[in-house]
Structures are given as structure tokens and as C-alpha cells.
């Protein structure tokens, strides 16, 4: 097997986080490798809505949003299956991109400070010893003094350190299935739709271009249901909520195919695990009822670059940089992700969610509270 020569920094995947720790590594001249298993311009299952909290953290990074003729959103829309229909009032709101078009712009940002972009090459295993990592990749070694993972839901990786959310027994947040399309249809452009099913619910809302982005998540279970077949699932479970059976039955699907994904856990993650500093979905699964996963892997890019900027500056220790990470992390996302686990547990349950939203309907400081528990500062 090859070696190579030392990185300050090997991140572990190329989604939001690990493309973004990049841009801010790589603008302070560190030595930056990110290997990525895929290659880019790609899609991906994602809602693809970003809060307006992450806006300032993307146009630093070199971003232009504001000239990138986005949809604006500033409404909710959530329905049940009975006909109950809950509106509100975003007060942050946010924007649609597609994670097409916004990964490979950072993508590209990333090689433009200098970083090593390295696609269609998946890491085998991490090796931390004496004080340096050994990253396997293919044939090659990587060495470096600092290895951030950002490799999304699950990975080889997780397998091979035995993290516990891999051996969970099926309960109500793990075993999901996320299903992702682009359509061409009348959505208005500035809400975001959050529509109930039974055991599940689905997402909707424009991005560039005219294009509307669906994507439903529900559980492995639901869909050995239907014999294991996307499209009974859909006409027998996901078009029991009006709203979708409109979409879905009017709309032009874009994809040739879904994009789809599977052994969706929510479980409990540590965001360290053998010295490596993980982010995004890898630290602990964002449900999409957090409010805005990709503006929370955003959040832990520019979080975990600081702490490893004064690491590799002699600032601090390790000890002290993996702390601090850890700590940060929680503070601001701890609230707000055991909120989306409450909600995750008991959203396309029927009578819960029907009961949820009438409660929020006739109360509405129910609904502030939601929409202000799953939203966060600009940062």
C-alpha cells in the first residue's frame, strides 16, 4: 500500500460540512484533504430548504445567494391525512437550492483555497496513533494531524468502530427510508409544505430554476408493506394525505428515478469517536423536524474549524479542541435536536398529529413555539 505525504487536515466526506470546513481551512493555507466517495455535480435525498440563519455563514464562505435567483420562503403549510391544515408565518425563513447545484459550488470553492478534492474514493479505515492519523483510501495513505468526519448518515466507518446506533434494535427513530424527487409543478414559491401520512411525512418546497423538490421519509416497515415497491407505497400510503395526492398525481416527475436511502437512524450520536471531530448527520442524525439540517452541518463547519484552527496553531491542546468541540456542539444543538426527536416519534401517527395540529391551531403560541424551538441564530 502507498503512503503519502502529512495533511494538517483529512475530512471524511464532501457534503455540507465537510465542503465547508474545507473553504475555512483552506483560506487559512492549511494543508486540507476531503475525500469523497461520490463525485459532483450529484443529487442527493435532502429536503433541500435552508434556513436564512446559515445565509451569512454561506456568503462568507463565497456563496453569492443573493444573486443566485432563489425562491424565498417565508411560510409553513403542515396538513394531516384528515384534512386539518396548519399555516404560519416563518419569522427567519429561508431559501431553496438544491444540493445539486449548492455542493458543487462549495465543491468548487473548496479547490479554489487550495483543498485537495478527491472523488470516487471512499476511506477504508482511521488509525490514530502518537499523536498522527493514518487515513486508507484505495491503495494510498493518508497521514494527518487533524481528521474531521463529515460522511453523512452511516458509513463503512461506522460499522467498523461498532458505534452503538448501528447494533439499536428497529424502535420509532431508526429504520427509515427517505425518498427524494424534482417536479415540475405549481408550488407557490415562498412555503415550505410538511405533509403527514401515515407513518410518515413529506416535504415540499421550490428550489432554482422553476423546480420543486418532494422528498417523504417513512419507515423501512411501511414499505415491506407494499411489497418493497416505491410506487404502491405511494399510491396506498402517501396520497392518503390530500395535498400529496394532488402533487402526485398532477405533478412532471424530473428523475428518470427517485433518489432514495435507507437504514435512516435518529439515534443518539457521540460527536467524537477515536479523536476524529464529527459533523452533520455523522454527529447525530438531524430529523428534518429540527428545522434545517443543512443549516445545523453548516453550523458545525464553522464551529469545528475554529476549534481546529487553534489546534493546529498551538493554541490549545487536542484535548482541549475535542472538548471544546463537543461542548459547543451541544449547546447549540442539543435543544433543538431532542425537540425533533419528540416530534419525529409522534408525526404521521394519525390521531397525534391530527390532535397536534388542531392544539396548535386554536392556541397559537403552540405553533410559535415549534417553529422558534426548531430555528436557530444567524451565524
Not at 172 to 181: C, E, G, S, W
Not at 239 to 253: G, I
Request: hydrophobic share 40%; with cysteine; glycine share 8%.
Amino acid at each position: 500500500m502507498n503512503s503519502s505525504e502529512t495533511y494538517d487536515v483529512v475530512i471524511i466526506g464532501g457534503g455540507l460540512a465537510g465542503l465547508s470546513l474545507a473553504i475555512l481551512l483552506g483560506k487559512k493555507k492549511y494543508k486540507v484533504l476531503v475525500l469523497e466517495k461520490e463525485t459532483y455535480p450529484r443529487h442527493k435525498v435532502c429536503g433541500e430548504y435552508i434556513s436564512m440563519e446559515s445565509k451569512p455563514f454561506l456568503e462568507s464562505l463565497g456563496i453569492p445567494v443573493d444573486n443566485m435567483h432563489l425562491p424565498v420562503i417565508n411560510k409553513l403549510q403542515v396538513t394531516d391525512t384528515r384534512g386539518n391544515e396548519l399555516n404560519a408565518q416563518l419569522p427567519q425563513g429561508g431559501f431553496g437550492i438544491s444540493r445539486y447545484k449548492l455542493d458543487a459550488a462549495l465543491a468548487a470553492l473548496a479547490q479554489e483555497t487550495g483543498a485537495t478534492l478527491l472523488t470516487k474514493t471512499k476511506a477504508d479505515d482511521v488509525q490514530w496513533e502518537d499523536g498522527l492519523f493514518t487515513v486508507k483510501a484505495k491503495d494510498r495513505v493518508y497521514a494527518a494531524k487533524v481528521v474531521c468526519g463529515s460522511w453523512g448518515k452511516r458509513s463503512n466507518i461506522d460499522v467498523k468502530w461498532h458505534r452503538p446506533f448501528i447494533a439499536e434494535k428497529n424502535n420509532a427513530l431508526n429504520n427509515y427510508i427517505a425518498v427524494k424527487y424534482h417536479i415540475s409543478y405549481p408550488w407557490p414559491d415562498d412555503v415550505v409544505g410538511l405533509h403527514n401520512f401515515p407513518n410518515g411525512y413529506c416535504g415540499i418546497s421550490q428550489v432554482e430554476d422553476g423546480k420543486t423538490c418532494i422528498c417523504y421519509l417513512t419507515t423501512a416497515a411501511s414499505l415491506h408493506k407494499s411489497g418493497n415497491d416505491l410506487k404502491k407505497l405511494e399510491q396506498q400510503v402517501v396520497m392518503q394525505n390530500p395535498v400529496l395526492y394532488k402533487v402526485f398525481t398532477d405533478a412532471e416527475f424530473l428523475y428518470d428515478a427517485p433518489v432514495t436511502i435507507s437504514q435512516i437512524s435518529f439515534e443518539k450520536k457521540a460527536q467524537m469517536e477515536q479523536h476524529v471531530l464529527l459533523l452533520g448527520d455523522a454527529a447525530g442524525m438531524i430529523t428534518p423536524l429540527c428545522g434545517n439540517g443543512m443549516s445545523m452541518a453548516l453550523h458545525a463547519a464553522k464551529i469545528a474549524g475554529g476549534f481546529v484552527d487553534d489546534f493546529l496553531q498551538g493554541r490549545i491542546t487536542r484535548i482541549e479542541m475535542e472538548k471544546s468541540y463537543i461542548t459547543k456542539w451541544h449547546n447549540i444543538f442539543s435543544k433543538r435536536i431532542t425537540l425533533g426527536r419528540f416530534v419525529q416519534n409522534n408525526f404521521g401517527k394519525g390521531w397525534i398529529t391530527s390532535a397536534f395540529l388542531k392544539t396548535a391551531i386554536v392556541l397559537p403560541f403552540v405553533k410559535r413555539a415549534l417553529i422558534n424551538g426548531t430555528s436557530g441564530k444567524a451565524f
